[in-house]
């Protein structure tokens, strides 16, 4: 005779205490649709970077245009040749100035930046290493990602310019420092001082001089050092005020950091050798506001160029 198997006890499931989820169904609806446009873009993008005969060549050649070209559509960068200087269907790979468009931001939190020091990204899971600033800072352009204008002429003053969450507009002429530059406006604006992580951070740092816990925040780094022309008193060799790292950036805030971001990158050379040299004078402002870009990049340095160089490893 078979036995009956005994019968399971199953637990009552208790209701949860927990009030149910809020969700606006009108913000969720729109972030899903930006999110569906965006990967359409991306796919189309793909498709078409793939299809042009022009990518067969770099292949040939084994140029960096190539990774740089398609990290762009990767990182959210759109670059579309203005009209009415340039015909509807012209390639923007024909611009004089593409490679250093390229560089200038494959330069710019990419991974692209460890690939050059033949290293692994460090941050290949999670928060990805910034290479979603530039998806972030422009949510309301059409599919979500920084339009970059290319227009002819310029130059003369000019180079380029940024507008707060985007677009941004690049002369065929701009030079890749230039470029940093503007790169530099999005950055503060639409990074640092939007709270967009982890362009903007906020840490304690464990210590509590005079009994207050130290707090490290970008935005507060930000505002105490840039834009300030009382922090220090006299000019440097070079006839630039003490604490400036150009006369350019002497003008604004936002102009302080764009030239510092610039000369971080681009011109290291000349930007440490004026921290030295004004340090020795009595004067950190300089150093402080390198400092903030470091944080930016995690201690990342670079080469005169823009070329990246090492990277010891902090993290915040």
């Known amino acids: 005779m078979q036995k009956k198997k005994p019968a399971v006890r199953r637990k009552k499931k208790k209701n949860s205490c927990t009030p149910p989820l809020q969700v606006n169904e009108a913000a969720h609806f729109k972030k899903t649709k930006l999110h569906e446009e965006r990967m359409q873009w991306i796919k189309k993008n793909w498709r078409m970077q793939q299809a042009d005969p022009y990518v067969d060549t770099a292949i040939i050649k084994s140029t960096l245009s190539l990774v740089g070209s398609w990290q762009l559509v990767g990182q ?26 390229l560089r200038a931001f494959s330069r710019t939190f990419g991974p692209n930046l460890f690939e050059e020091m033949g290293k692994p990204d460090p941050f290949p899971t999670g928060e990805p290493y910034w290479s979603n600033f530039f998806f972030q800072i422009a949510p309301q352009t059409r599919y979500g990602v920084l339009q970059v204008n290319i227009a002819k002429g310029g130059c003369f003053g000019e180079v380029g310019r940024y507008t707060q969450g985007g677009p941004m507009t690049i002369y065929d002429c701009t030079s890749e420092s230039d ?15 939007k709270f967009r992580k982890p362009l903007y951070f906020s840490y304690a740092t464990g210590r509590a001089p005079n009994g207050v816990p130290e707090i490290i925040d970008a935005k507060k780094w930000l505002d105490d050092y840039f834009g300030k022309q009382n922090l220090d008193q006299g000019n440097d060799i070079d006839g630039v005020k003490i604490g400036f790292v150009t006369n350019y950036a002497v003008k604004t805030k936002n102009e302080d950091f764009a030239e510092t971001f610039k000369n971080y990158v681009y011109n290291p050379s000349l930007l440490w050798d004026k921290i030295t040299r004004q340090e020795a004078m009595g004067s950190r402002t300089l150093s402080a506001k390198a400092g903030l870009i470091a944080a930016l990049y995690k201690g990342l340095w670079f080469k005169d160029g823009g070329i990246p160089a090492e990277w010891p490893g902090y993290s915040l």
């Open 76 to 101: 959210g960068v759109d670059l579309v040749p203005s009209t009415p200087d340039y015909p509807p269907d012209f390639n923007p790979r024909f611009v004089e100035n593409y490679s250093s468009i």
């Open 179 to 193: 470029i940093f530059h503007e790169i530099g406006h999005a950055v503060m604006d639409d990074g640092i001082m």
